[in-house]
């Protein structure tokens, strides 16, 4: 007997053949080869379990690796019906991911670990894992522009950068590589990391390089140089085209072009990045935050300093899954905590798709060597992996519950189909690597097929109809055959684009269909009338990018919006709802009143109202700073996951990086374009690292010819050209997508299908769309619900999140929040001496009240309050207005542009929080807080709350 999917593998709990033998296998070194739907949850779960049961092993003797909190949770609930051990015994055992593992580490030990790197600050229980990423490149836009003020030396490279975003995604990069800086240099000799190989340049240089058809046609680097210098600007030392690519007639690229390509001088470009990555390090832990990259690279740090605490937190058994997403730092950290050579990784290099999140698919497909190469890394000064690393075995799971031997096969074509005409694959090398899987069910009656039409979405519908209920395409259920309903079928995309396209589509024939995965929350309609509002609030120079919108939302012309927008007349109603939001005083009040207004009563509008009141709960946030972050998004494609379920019968609809994981008995793959599936992609950071050609610059700011400009950097280009374009994840994404199907497999593509597609053998039929309205019930209508995920560090809050926002919503007379920024920013720019005049009573009271301070005035102060709630660590983080200094005292202070008090024991809590925080600082100082009202100019002194009450406030 054989064990069914991993979902119903506990009802049926005898392993086959291959997944005994991992799980008798306790002790050595084992890389498991665990295709798609071969039970490995089942089978680790069952090794787990299995070793446990050992007399002197316990689990916290076992440190099991997985990617997900949900997949840690579902290995627990798993290896609870499967040993002596109960969930309250497992609650706390090291299975976990590599982020919360890092957590556990620092919080417990990693107090004084940034000194290693000789930054003078600590780690504490209080510090928050800050998960969210547009949240964090808001902070990172504060920080770059602070160290662009300080670094006069590293202008032209920054004006090079059209995004300084760009860098905190570099500084990610290398650290998933183990390239840390240090306050004087790099950290364990990393800075020759950045210098790039030059032996595998040339390598790689010579096989594309290499003359095609017997010598008789050019190489394919002199071909793809054929368009050298094209649409660029070189500085007048750059080569011409016939020098690069070799005299007319050549079939290759003169061989010295490989040398003078890969030398130049980069120490000014690499003593820029240590000074942005070293800052930003001491930035982000004195603002008491880590980022998921900051967490490991301080773990390794102590790990690799610290002999005594890496033995003591040694485990006897490591065990890591999907080992095909780690990054090379989580090797590495996997061994220093491997105390002896049990150690296993499975996983599947087919499925290694998460690159962007700095995977590194060679640590499976290369692992012998790649353990034998980081071991020695790490032991160059010490013993640091003391095990023996021979020898290796290797176990493969063929036998797969999922799918049909059908798709099976079929599915194998991906990994070699070319992504472009113009790649070339060897595909005899890569059918090598593959471990072929055998399916166990007990039909085979798929369907493979491909449609297409101009239409594609509406051909794609009609399909559906023509698949439901269709015994043609009948689905497996206990071992017999039934006909397939709508919650049979799953549209998987490259894309999300392509998926809120087909939702709209299917909308408006009533069409059964749901969405799970991640959405690009601002990228909606409702964030972008959002964004609309908050411009025209703003009134600044995007106000009529804001009016535009809003103006064509309400059904006018294009004309007739040139004209609103050339004379300011702004229809009445408009002129009234902006009065009626600039008196709100909170974002999420006007949020949810420009919501009201125009409608928005379910789905998305419910996930960005949460988002925002997530994003206000985590950072003290002004409106230009929310109207960047939903800028940021738009651009960047903030996702945020949600599920939406559209009744008991329903199409899901799924990107394909969402799916890995998952099954369903017929799946879709939409969207088979050219130029989306693989996307035709944008252009790479101005700055970039590979391991390859190290850390490099795109452009280059000079004034050669008398007038500065940014310029191209030829060397980039040619070095770009070099290394040969691979679609490999692309094809592995395709065949994760492929093996999600339990019964029948299809295709859709519009006008232009992709080489993918072509390349598959599969007919592709033109099917001519006709889609019949669905009736459905009310209970089919489409209902988001949104998961923000619980950090893996101490829960962070701001003093707003402890106050109750309808005090603001109960005022209608208010001078709004565009008034109050304005005076605040009077104030902030009065302390530091720039000049200003006030403009109106309120700033001419706040100079009155500032001119009669004696002691040092300090601006826009980051507070922060660590306090304990029910045992959990948490933080609650604001910004002081002002914080006066004497010898002997210290004033709070915080500017209130309130023409009532309605709010005053709302502001007691949040300047509760900055008495506490200060008063910690200043020790031997007394510490008072106080409000001053700017419109009547008076001061009123507050009574803190105690941090119980506080904490308190947190816990409700």
Known sequence: MTPPTDEAALATPTPNEGQQELISSTDGLYLVDAGAGTGKTFTVTRRYANIVAQDDIE????????????AATEMKDRIVASCDYDMRALNDAPIQTFHSLCNDILDQHGFHAPSYLGIDDVITGSTQVLENETIEREYFRGYIGRFSDDHDEY????????????????????????????SDDWYRDSRAALEGNFDAFKAAFDEINQPRNGGRKQSKLRSSLGGYGKNKCYLPDAPDRNEVRGEYGSKSVPEDVAERVFTENRDHLIEFIHDVYFEYLE????????????????????????????????FEYVMIDEFQDSSEIQFKLALFLSGTNNFCVVGDWKQSIYSFQYAAVENITDFESRLKRFAGELNDDADRVSFPLEPVTRIELEQNYRSTQSILDFSENALTAPGSSRESIDQESILEQIVSLFSNTDQDH???????????????LTKIQEIVGNDEYAVEEDGELRPPTYGDIAVLTRTRDYGRELLSTAETYKFPIAYEGGIELF?????????????????????NRGWAVVLERAGYTLDEIDYILDHERYPDAMQEFRSELNALETHTAVTRRVFDRYGYDGATPDVILTTIQSLHSSTTMTRGGLIRIIEDGIENGYTQDVQAAAGVDAVTVQTIHSVKGLEHPIVILGNMNSRAFPPSGGSSGTITYSETTGLRQRKCYDDTHGDPHIYDNWRADVLRRCQPTEYDEERRLLYVAMTRAEDHLLFAAGEEPNTFLEKLPVEIDVLEPDVSPVDRDETSRTQFSVDIPASPGPDGYSPHSLMDDSVYEEVSAGRGTDFGSQVHTFAEEYVLGKGVTPDNDDERHVKTFLDELSGELRVEEQAYLPLEVDGEHVTISGIVDLVHVTDDAVEIVDFKTDLSRHAESEYRIQLSVYYHALDEWFRDHAVSASLFYTAEGTRVEIDPLSEAELARLTDS
């Open 59 to 70: 689990p916290d003797d076992v440190l099991l690796i997985t990617f997900t909190r949900n």
């Open 155 to 182: 202008a032209d490279l920054l004006r090079c950068l059209s995004d300084p975003t760009e860098l905190l995604d570099l500084i990610n990069n290398l650290a998933s590589k183990g390239i840390f800086p240090t």
């Open 283 to 314: 930035f982000a832990l004195g603002r008491n935050y880590l980022n998921f990259s900051f967490l490991q690279l301080f773990a390794f740090v102590l790990c690799c300093e610290d002999d005594a605490l890496r033995e003591s937190l040694a």
């Open 446 to 460: 798929s369907r493979i097929e491909a449609i297409q039409h101009a239409d594609e979405h509406e051909a794609l």
């Open 523 to 543: 990228r909606t309609d409702q964030a972008k009338l959002l964004l609309a509002w908050l411009r025209i609030l703003e009134n600044g120079s995007a106000a």
